[in-house]
Each structure stands twice: as structure tokens, then as C-alpha cells.
């Protein structure tokens, strides 16, 4: 261990994960008075009434208010939060649902292989790049579905403006195993050896760069295997070399918690949170969860999205639900989820900055010709010109 001239730290081994130390942190109780929002604690876990969000959120001061307290609870508290009815209208989640089956069966005919990060490959049904295949197949059902204001509201909290949403569906079927216990990307997807060149600060640095959440597709008793978490575990600084340590493992699988959904709940959690997807015991629940992996406009996604296809597949709907009255918020919570709002990075020679420090990004163009009625053709040309704008 090198510590530097403050007396941190500068590099971490396996030699830091101390479980006494991990104990002291995952043992602590969380206290409702730090979420006076929320509606109880639950095993170590706030639980929130989205509506009641709703409410609070009204004015800019009362949604920097909440939004202060769900950043609290991801960072300096348990990690984790759920968001009870984060998706009100059970047809906005049904109508995902049937378009996430039809990927599925497609995907199946196809005879394509589709693994998983930390199960048996096989186990589950996973549709990755979700978010691209149902905008450009079922954008009125895109549309509707990330015009959801929680999901903008606890990514703008964690991540800033400009961030991208990917969405990943696993379906863990009867008698489908549980996941090994892990932390998530970016860190989390590295090797051990690999993850330990990287410098302490970056250990710090890769939880804020993400968000990882869960929207239930279907009611998730216990008995489902809705996923298992131990509340307090991303406060852990070397918790990326500690998760597949034997004793870390053991006392995962000893103190987690598992907490049953709704139909139309979300959880999202901070992705330095040891986590597992658990063991589907059920006779007959196919356990369908969209997995959002939202990341800050200063990262790299998981995933690589086509959103100039998303784009254009998504502006016929834009047009026609603006001509049905639909806010601004509306269109541009969708226009957030569908298109790339960070202008970087960019051919500076070809796309110089505009008005500013930064040429317009994707989301701009889209936002302009929604505004201004643009034909499918004009924004078709504007997007291709702008992606030629971006390459060397």
C-alpha cells in the first residue's frame, strides 16, 4: 500500500479487504430520519411512494430536495432505494413486456446464444441491447414506457443532465439459479489483477459513473428470487477485490436481503453495492425485470446503441404525441432516453463549437426538429451529416 502525502491510500490489494472492517459498514442500521421522504425502512432499505415523489418534485426547489436525499442514499446511505409504482399504468408495462417476449422468442428461433455476466449462460432469458431493439420495432411502446419522470428524476439526481440509458431484460425462469454475488461495471467486469492497477481514486470514481436499476415486469414475491442486496457494501473502498473473496462470498450469502416487488416498482442502487439476482423457487413465475444501466455524459456505456436509428425510428412518435398535446417534459424525457446528449467527442476541424464551448449534440437536433416540425427526411440528413461531423 502506498499512501499518499494526505495519508490515503494509493493503490489497493486483496491484503485491504478486511472483513472486520466490511462488517462495520454493512452492520450499521439505516435510520428513517435520514429519508424523512420515504415511507418505512425495510430491511436496511428506504421505500418510496412515487407519487409521493411526484408531489414533492413539483417545484425546483422541492425536486432538488428529493433529489439531495435519493443521492444521500445511494452514496453515504444504504446504497439502494425502491420506488414503489414508479410505473403506475400497468398497460405502459405490459405492452414492454409483450415487446420484451416477442425479442425473446425471436432471439430463440434464431438459435442465438445469449450469456450472462455472472450466471450459468442458458439459465435465464437475456435480451441485451434492449433499449435499441424496441425503439426502432415498437417505438409508440418505447415512447410511453421511457416517458417515465422516475427514472429522469433519480438519474438526473446521480448522474447530471445528458445521460444514457441502456436496458438489458432477464428473465429468470423456474428453478433458475441464482447469480454469483458481484459488483457491477465498470470495475466490477474487470479481473481481479486488472482491476488493482487502477488507483484507489478510480475505485472511487466508477460508482458515479453509473446507475444501475430494475424495473418489475411482474409481481416478485420472495419465492421468485427478486434480487438479493447487502445494504451499506458500496461504502467498501476496495470492495472491487473483496467480492470474490471466499469469505465475502459467505458472508454475503449469510446478511443479505432479498425485498418482493410490484408490478411497475423499480429499484435503483448504486453499482458498488454487492448484489446478486436470486434463485427463482416458484412453480410458475417467469421473473421479468428490465435492467437499466444509465451512465454519466463523462463515461463509457456497456453497451453500444445505434441512436441515430433509435432517433429517427422515435420522431414520427414525437411529432404525432406533440400533436396530441403531450408536454415538453414528455418529449424530452423521451428524447433523453433515445438519443446522445453529449456533443463529445467530436472532429473540432469539421464540428466546431456553436453558441459556446460545444457544438449541438444528438438530443439538441432532435429537441430543434421537434420544435420545429421538421420532415422525417430533414432530420434523417441532419443526423447522418452530424455523425459524418464526428469522425476524423
Known sequence: MSPTAAGARTWL??????????RSLVEQRTDPADHPSAERVEQNVPLYESDRLRSLAISPEGRRSVQDELVRALSDGPGIVVLKGAFPDAAVVDAASEA??????????????????????GANDRVWNALDKVAVRAP?????????????????????????????????????????????????FLSQERAATYPAHVHRLSPVLTLQ???????????????????HSQKFEPGYLAWRLPRFVEYFDAHHVQLPLEKGDA??????????????????IRRMANLLQISSAFGRAMESVDREAMANALFPVLLS???????????????????????FPTNLDLDPPVDGLAPPSQADTV?????????????????QAAAKRRRS
Not at 420484451?100 to 449462460?121: M, Y
Open 100 to 121: 420484451f417476449r416477442a425479442l425473446i422468442e425471436e432471439e430463440r428461433a434464431s438459435g442465438t446464444a445469449r450469456g450472462d455476466h455472472f450466471a450459468k449462460p
Open 267 to 284: 429499484v435503483f442502487f448504486n453499482p458498488a453495492l454487492f448484489h446478486a439476482a436470486g434463485h427463482n423457487r416458484s412453480a410458475g
Open 13 to 22: 490489494t486483496e491484503a485491504d479487504c478486511d472483513l472486520d472492517v466490511f
Open 367 to 383: 429537441l430543434q426538429a421537434v420544435a420545429e416540425d421538421w420532415e422525417p427526411e430533414r432530420l434523417r440528413q441532419a443526423l
Open 140 to 188: 409508440e411502446v418505447f415512447a410511453d414506457y421511457y416517458a417515465n419522470d422516475i427514472i429522469e428524476l433519480i438519474s438526473e439526481a446521480w448522474l447530471g443532465p445528458a445521460y444514457q440509458v441502456t436496458s438489458q431484460v432477464n428473465v429468470v425462469n423456474p428453478g433458475g439459479a441464482a447469480q454469483n454475488v458481484h459488483r457491477d461495471y465498470h470495475l466490477g
Open 213 to 231: 436499476g430494475a424495473v418489475a415486469h411482474c409481481d416478485m414475491p420472495v419465492e421468485s428470487g427478486p434480487t438479493l442486496y447487502l445494504p
Open 321 to 343: 404525441r406533440k400533436a396530441e398535446g403531450v408536454s415538453e417534459d414528455w418529449l424530452r424525457r423521451v428524447i433523453a432516453a433515445t438519443a446522445e446528449g453529449y456533443p
